[in-house]
């Protein structure tokens, strides 16, 4: 229960927030940036000309207040749309009937299958680059996993509340859910699949709205929340230029196994 002060202090917080989005979201740089009755009473110790004035500025920055608000609003609004978003969570939910769907694109974006037909394919093939490119689809789906699992690990944020935790093959860190795991492999994956395969048109445009459904189905599903998937596609997207820059040649390869044996 709130006691007479705690009602005193969110009142005096939120007029703090308040003032500073109407009169100083733009703080000066080298001012303190607190309530406004702190920086009044510090300008008049400047003792700059008039006593009224403000020191010289060389840059303005943002008031952390602001930033704050800002930041807590936005979470509001994931969590928000994420839950009405999540008409799929369980089978009674108003979605219901599609959840089968949702988990069937849910496993079409999970690293086990991703990580066996890759090999596969390796395996299977018959020529140096296309040995070459799935080596490399390789690695980056390894790279994926774990730079995923580091930042579910150091941020661990929890999965949303209306979430079933009933995904086939986890890892303990996919008990957190920033980022989608999923959503970084799909944007990943997508790019490099539009970048190393000759593929006609339409192929293309699925391979880009498969990646989109991956990332709409895990929130549908209730596994994550929209900034967790935004998140994800922003980390896969960037992945890919990390996969580019540390390309594994054959000859690379040939010394790393060289080196090994
Ligand atoms: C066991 C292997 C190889 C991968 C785990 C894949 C997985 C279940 C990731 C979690 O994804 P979300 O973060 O999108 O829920």
């Known amino acids: 229960m709130k006691r007479p002060t705690d009602e005193r202090k969110d009142t005096r917080s939120q007029f703090t927030a308040d003032s500073s989005l109407r009169v100083n979201y733009l703080t000066p740089k080298c001012l303190p940036s607190e309530s406004p009755t702190r920086r009044r009473g510090s300008s008049s110790s400047t003792g700059s000309g ?5 020191p010289e500025e060389d840059g303005i920055r943002l008031n952390p207040s602001f930033i704050r608000v800002a930041l807590s609003s936005l ?3 994931d969590l928000w749309m994420s839950k009405r978003l999540g008409v799929c969570a369980c089978e009674d939910s108003s979605w219901g009937s599609v959840r089968p769907l949702m988990k069937l694109i849910e496993i079409s974006g999970h690293g086990i299958p991703w990580l066996a037909g890759t090999a596969y394919c390796m395996y299977k093939s018959d020529s140096a680059p296309g040995q070459e490119v799935m080596l490399n689809l390789l ?4 790279l994926d996993l774990v730079l995923v699992g580091i930042v579910k690990a150091v941020v661990r944020r929890r999965r ?7 995904m086939f093959a986890t890892f303990s860190v996919d008990r957190y859910s920033f980022p989608s795991g999923h959503a970084t492999r799909a944007a990943m994956c997508g790019r490099f699949l539009l970048a190393h395969l000759v593929l006609a048109a339409p192929l293309r445009v699925l391979v880009l709205l498969w990646a989109s459904l991956v990332g709409l189905s895990r ?5 994550h929340n929209v900034t967790d998937v935004m998140f994800g596609f922003w980390m896969g997207y960037c992945q890919y230029n990390l996969v580019e820059m540390l390309w594994l040649s054959p000859q690379t390869l040939q010394g790393l196994l060289g ?3």
């Open 50 to 54: 008039s006593g009224q004035g403000l």
């Open 160 to 166: 949303p509340a209306h979430n079933r935790m009933d």
């Open 219 to 223: 929130v549908m599903l209730g596994r």
């Open 75 to 77: 979470l509001a609004i």
């Open 259 to 261: 080196q090994l044996a």
């Open 139 to 142: 690695m980056g789906l390894l």
